[in-house]
């Protein structure tokens, strides 16, 4: 069965040991991913920002690997306030409305100040 590494060009990739996204066969992992614009490496600073540059990166590194936001099944959301829930549901709801993947909402710390929210997907075209 293949395996094949989608890179986002992060430098976090290299220097945690991590790909953007594992293809193996029919599915496609995506790494959690944090609001960075990666070609400038900058954060916006709101949460509604911060998840578009996600599901952008997150899009890029699917369709890299051969797969669409369509394929998506399962998504794990990470944010630092709950009440960033309301904020984003409706992002959410824009780009998986008709797609209606399995999801999870946590609440917790991330890794640097900036960091407000982490998407990590799974995708399977089977």
Known sequence: MMRKLISSGSPFEKTAGYSRAVVKGD???????TGYDYATMTMPETVEDQARNCLRTIEGALKEAGFSLSDVVRNHYYVTDASFADRVFPIFGAMFGDIRPAATMIVCDLIRPEMLIEIEVTAFRG
Request: charged content about 0%; glycine content about 14%; aromatic content about 28%.
């Open 27 to 33: 599915w496609c992992f995506v790494s959690g991913t």
